[in-house]
């Protein structure tokens, strides 16, 4: 009997120690006040081809700097390789040696049409961001660019190599603005020698995405 009562009372001990736990005030969380920033994602065209136009100027080696323009289409293969189409016209003036000489002129005035048509390859080597303000950003590319192709010039046609770079700044989701520095490349015999001649172009345009 006295067993029992003194588990009675060691019960009654314990369920009044466990009280003043239960009874406790919940826990208050406290929420931090932040203050969260509205990100816009880039509006930029997920479409992969582009086309445009450009016009600048041209160095003919043995002529002279003249003005160049014509159209370009790219496919875009990844964010890192595309593939470019261009053609580009210009018109030669005389040559050193004819301004010079002060002669009849070597060449007929529709000989002097320079006409080039390449297919390359472009490698966006440095792709980023322009900031223009805290919230504004335009996307830029600056790539290499390499090809293949043909130009008319003299009545004759030359195997062209094009080598360059470039830089590319989209304006909005569909429109880039472009600058470009190319060289073409190809050997001439209209002197009677083989040479190699190095023709710079210094070109800047809009092409459009779709």
Not at 69 to 77: D, E, F, I, P, S
Request: charged letters at 25%; aromatic letters at 16%; proline letters at 4%.
């Amino acid at each position: 009997m006295e067993n029992r009562y003194q588990r009675v009372l060691l019960g009654l001990c314990l369920a009044a120690a466990t009280l003043p736990a239960t009874a406790q005030d919940p826990i208050q969380v406290v929420e931090p006040q932040l203050e969260r920033r509205e990100i816009e994602p880039p509006a930029i065209d997920s479409e992969n081809f582009e086309v445009g136009f450009f016009a600048g100027m041209i160095s003919i080696d043995d002529f002279a700097s003249e003005p160049v323009y014509g159209v370009r289409a790219a496919w875009h293969l990844s964010e890192d390789f595309f593939f470019e189409a261009n053609i580009g016209l210009a018109e030669a003036d005389l040559t050193s040696y004819e301004k010079l000489s002060g002669g009849a002129p070597l060449f007929e005035d529709s000989e002097r049409d320079y006409q080039f048509y390449n297919l390359s390859v472009g490698w966006n080597v440095l792709p980023g961001e322009i900031y223009f303000s805290e919230k504004r950003a335009f996307k830029s590319d600056l790539y290499l660019i390499a090809g293949v192709g043909g130009t008319d010039f003299l009545g004759d046609t030359w195997f062209t190599a094009t080598v360059g770079i470039g830089y590319r700044l989209l304006i909005n989701d569909w429109i880039a603005w472009r600058l470009d520095v190319r060289d073409h490349i190809f050997n001439r015999d209209t002197f009677g020698d083989d040479e190699t001649t190095q023709n710079i172009e210094w070109s800047t345009g809009v092409t459009f995405f779709f």
